[in-house]
Each structure stands twice: as C-alpha cells, then as structure tokens.
C-alpha cells in the first residue's frame, strides 16, 4: 500500500487542525508562531535523519512510501517533522489553556536531575549503538540546558502532556514500525540500539519524540508569550 505513511501523516494531523479553529481553542491564530519554530527544528531533523539513513541505522521500505524521495528520504518523512510537531504542540495548547499542568517547582528539579543523568549515562554505556547514544544523550543535554541554563517553566507540563501522547505514539509508531502489518515501514538496524521494543517500537523512539516536542515548544512557547504580551 504506497500510500500508508502518507495516510498516518495525514490522520495524525487532521483533528487537531480542524479543531485549530474551534472558536474556544483559536490554535489557528497562533500558526505564526508555530511554523516559526516547526521550520528549524525540522530542518535539524531531517539533517539527523538524512544522516542516520545513509548510515544504516533505519530505512523505509518502499512498500508503504509514495516514491517521491528529498534528500533520500520519502516526502512522507519530512512532512513527518511537520504533522507530527502540529498535533503535539496542538495538544500543549489545548491542555495548557484548560488545565493546571504546572509541576511543584522542587519536583519538577529533582525528576530533571535524575532524568538527565539516566538518559546520559545510559547513552555513554552503550555509545557502540549510534541510535542509542546520540538519541539519549542529546535529550539529556536538551532538557539539561532548557531546565537548568534557560530555565524553562513549561518542561514539567511538557512531560505531563507526553505521557498524554504516549498513547496515540504507541499507535502512530507501532505502524511505522510494523505493528499488525507484514513489514515495517521504517525498518531498524538493531546493531544500532538497544532492541528493546514496545510492541513494534524501538525504546529509543520515546526520546527521540520527547526531544522533537520539546525542542518545538522551546521555541514556540517564547514567541507566544512575546505575541500576548504585545
């Protein structure tokens, strides 16, 4: 089916942007915003993943991709940096105006500490396993800069909001990973993790994501603010 990663880019974009104009939502009147932060993080990735598919780590297997390849990478992979950011910061948005997500600042410390060190350590033990080690470790150094250097007050609520998205992730992922499918869409070299899956999903994916969703919100969120308070 050539036309499957197109349709879970597609899927997972939708709702979220037909409810962008819900008159109590107005996620629409902060596109600006948005695509000013989607554009350089997406760009960061898509060098990542240009990268990591000339080296081998992962591939896309031809079954489930339209053929309209850029930069060797199926169109529907770097519309993947788009769709995937609209729907998460979307759900940010949404949360973040309707419930109070705000961490006890103590809490919120403590957890970082140990959350940077694990990803850190873990990443420098297995530093043989390229997708291991540089997913792990730049989260660590991510949340470690934005928590600690920058001090964010948002990274708690984003860390609620994720573990929200884990699930429709386990969906998503577990597709293009090849959950209830004959093949994989994205097909990993398990010489370059850790081979450690949920479902179909590598482990590494989880950070991988929570890194793409923070670093859009690290942008977007300022922008906003500035944008509110003008």
Same mark, same amino acid.
């Given at each position: ?5 197109? #349709?879970?880019?597609? *899927?997972t =974009?939708i709702?979220?942007?037909i409810f962008s ?12 915003? *948005?695509f000013?932060a @989607?554009?350089?993080v997406a760009i960061f990735?898509? &060098?990542?993943d240009?990268?990591f598919t000339?080296?081998g %780590?992962?591939h896309?297997?031809d079954?489930y991709v339209?053929? @309209?390849y850029i930069?060797n #990478?199926p ?6 940096f788009? &769709?995937?950011p609209?729907?998460c @910061?979307f759900t940010?948005y &949404?949360?973040?105006?309707f419930?109070?997500l705000?961490w ?12 940077c +060190? ?11 396993r390229?997708?291991t080690s @540089?997913?792990?470790?730049? &989260?660590? +150094? %991510?949340c470690?800069f934005?928590?600690f250097i920058f001090k964010v007050d948002?990274l708690?609520?984003?860390v609620? %909001?994720y573990?929200? #998205?884990?699930?429709p992730?386990?969906i998503?992922?577990g597709i293009l990973?090849g959950?209830?499918?004959p093949?994989? =869409?994205v ?5 370059e ?6 479902l179909?999903?590598p482990v590494?994916?989880i950070?991988y ?11 977007y969120?300022?922008?906003l ?6």
């Amino acid at each position: 089916m050539k036309s499957l990663y197109l #349709l879970v880019d597609f *899927f997972t =974009v939708i709702i979220p942007f037909i409810f962008s104009f819900h008159p109590k939502i107005k996620f629409n009147k902060t596109w600006k915003s *948005f695509f000013t932060a @989607v554009i350089p993080v997406a760009i960061f990735f898509i &060098c990542w993943d240009i990268l990591f598919t000339h080296l081998g %780590v992962w591939h896309f297997n031809d079954r489930y991709v339209s053929g @309209v390849y850029i930069f060797n #990478l199926p169109l529907e992979e770097i519309l993947f940096f788009i &769709c995937i950011p609209y729907s998460c @910061v979307f759900t940010f948005y &949404c949360l973040d105006k309707f419930y109070n997500l705000k961490w006890n600042p103590q809490a919120e410390k403590l957890f970082f500490i140990f959350f940077c +060190l694990i990803l850190l350590l873990t990443g420098l033990i297995f530093y043989e396993r390229i997708y291991t080690s @540089v997913t792990l470790i730049s &989260c660590a +150094l %991510v949340c470690f800069f934005l928590k600690f250097i920058f001090k964010v007050d948002w990274l708690g609520k984003a860390v609620s %909001v994720y573990a929200i #998205l884990l699930i429709p992730f386990l969906i998503v992922n577990g597709i293009l990973t090849g959950t209830g499918l004959p093949e994989a =869409v994205v097909k990993y070299n398990n010489s370059e993790n850790l081979n450690i899956r949920i479902l179909t999903i590598p482990v590494e994916d989880i950070f991988y994501g929570f890194e793409l969703f923070i670093l859009n919100l690290s942008i977007y969120i300022p922008l906003l603010r500035r944008k509110n308070n003008n």
